[in-house]
């Protein structure tokens, strides 16, 4: 076959690489912004992300003693305090919490590009990386953009990883340090990716200023995150630690996860480009071992292994993925760029054809990580049953406990209750002092029948023990158009299926 034969094919490739990245940067953009203002829950913790916010707003500290009042998410809580200051400007609800993931995941893209383009000189490989991670939104759960602290830290993680890479000075070296300190503060996972890179950063190098610069970067994290940690839990007298530390220490680990997410979360969601990655780095590191080669190494170890360890804890979800997605884009983007310099430069038909075989392959990838894109975003009909379940819980005297989903009780003029998934971490990670004692603050409230109606998306049984609910409350099941309507859109997809209303009580004396 002679060369001329296979620019065409070389040139159609190409082209389709950059169409099929820009369309899934385009298709997220549509998704994120037909779903940002919609009122109701896209996920179902995001209710309890607006619950922390409204906490700063009115000045209350997040890390308190567990109580059916309050309980906080076990993550540091940088992500609130900037949803608070968004709020205070354009008011409180979901379309400022989500606005923040929704920037911080454009931000993730264009971190990605620059990374790549930056290493490269190339745009498309920088188009065609940042594209492999908006690729991936589905397969993370659909969470860039929900109001949950996951694009937040990834994008302070990446800028940082950008500056320390590209900027070597001692300044930039604090500049990144800071950044990946504020991760950390957004989610703590960040401090085991960032490990191996504190580790390189502490490698010899040449001259007097080297010192200071290796040290500067460890120095500033270890100060700002050492100081915060200290600050915080003096602020809130202990608790801080207890939640961000000692609760997920003691949940069960998911020993599944330890192959499967190298099989069933990698292997199988993202084969291709992740060996491609892993091709590059072998080939790069054996070939050429210099520094820069080595900090990609680095990267991808981070980034998989802080991934890795979020999903052997128990309770971790897909969106936990995110980060190992964005590494294995920046390394697909710098493989595009090697195989596409060494196999087109020179004259070779044979050296095309296989660049060919590869452009095929990476496209194919793209392929393999289609979605439905209308099935991300919630309908009319999710709005108008939205509101309706907000006006038939208004009609309830009395307080309401939904512990799934408390905001639609503030929504109808009610107070809300600790989330069912705080209240599940303390009870899996506290056997021996506060989770007892919550879980007899439970059982005493529902024997009071302290509650016009309880509203749970299952049974809550695992730790209330059999017909705990059911001997003081009557269950109905709520009714909905079909099966379809008002489920969460990301995350997992439930909804509210049952109303427990007080046996001494008849539905009609419940209702206004």
Not at 329 to 345: I, K, P, Q, Y
Request: some cysteine; hydrophobic content about 50%; overall charge positive.
């Amino acid at each position: 076959m002679k060369t001329h034969n296979l620019v065409p094919a070389v040139r159609v490739l190409r082209c389709a690489l950059a169409v099929a990245a820009a369309l899934y940067l385009a298709m997220y953009l549509a998704i994120a912004i037909l779903r940002i203002r919609y009122p109701f829950e896209l996920e179902w913790m995001e209710g309890g992300s607006l619950d922390h916010v409204r906490r700063v707003l009115l000045g209350e500290k997040l890390y308190v003693r567990p109580s059916l009042d309050f309980i906080p998410f076990i993550y540091t809580p940088l992500y609130y305090f900037v949803s608070a200051a968004v709020s205070s400007v354009i008011g409180l609800g979901f379309t400022s919490l989500r606005l923040v993931s929704f920037l911080s995941s454009i931000g993730c893209f264009a971190v990605i590009f620059l990374i790549v383009k930056r290493e490269t000189q190339d745009s498309l490989s920088g188009l065609i990386g940042a594209g492999m991670f908006a690729a991936t939104f589905r397969i993370s759960g659909a969470w860039f953009d929900i109001a949950r602290a996951d694009s937040l830290f990834l994008f302070l993680f990446l800028l940082g990883c950008y500056v320390f890479r590209f900027a070597s000075r001692v300044g930039y070296r604090v500049v990144a340090g800071l950044l990946i300190s504020l991760a950390v503060l957004t989610k703590q996972t960040a401090l085991v990716m960032a490990l191996p890179l504190m580790l390189y950063s502490l490698i010899p190098g040449r001259g007097p200023r080297s010192i200071l610069r290796r040290l500067s970067f460890v120095g500033t994290v270890a100060v700002l995150v050492g100081t915060a940690t200290l600050a915080l839990n003096h602020i809130h007298g202990g608790w801080f630690t207890y939640y961000i530390w000692e609760l997920p220490r003691h949940h069960q680990t998911v020993k599944g996860a330890l192959a499967g997410f190298w099989v069933n979360d990698l292997l199988s969601k993202i084969p291709l480009a992740g060996m491609m990655g892993a091709i590059y780095l072998c080939a790069v590191i054996k070939t050429n071992f210099k520094q820069r080669d080595f900090f990609y190494a680095v990267l991808a170890l981070g980034m998989l292994g802080g991934t890795w360890s979020s999903r052997l804890h128990s309770g971790g979800y897909s969106n936990v993925l995110m980060p190992a997605y964005a590494a294995i884009s920046v390394l697909f983007g710098l493989a595009f760029h090697r195989a596409s310099a060494v196999l087109l430069s020179g004259a070779g038909s044979r050296l095309r054809l296989i660049w060919v075989f590869i452009g095929i392959q990476a496209l194919t990838q793209f392929a393999l990580l289609a979605y439905h894109p209308t099935r991300q975003i919630p309908t009319e009909a999710d709005v108008e049953t939205g509101r309706r379940m907000v006006e038939m819980i208004s009609r309830i005297q009395g307080d309401v406990f939904i512990p799934e989903h408390g905001y639609l009780a503030r929504l109808a003029g009610k107070r809300s209750y600790a989330h069912r998934m705080a209240v599940d971490d303390v009870f899996r990670g506290d056997t021996g002092t506060f989770g007892p004692q919550l879980l007899d603050e439970i059982k005493t409230t529902l024997a009071r029948r302290a509650y016009g109606a309880v509203i749970l998306d299952s049974y809550w049984r695992p730790y209330l023990g059999p017909k705990v609910l059911e001997e003081y409350y009557r269950q109905q099941a709520i009714d909905f158009p079909d099966d379809k309507v008002f489920r969460c859109v990301a995350g997992v997809r439930i909804r509210p299926a049952w109303i427990y209303l007080p046996r001494n009580h008849s539905p009609g004396d419940q209702q206004k």
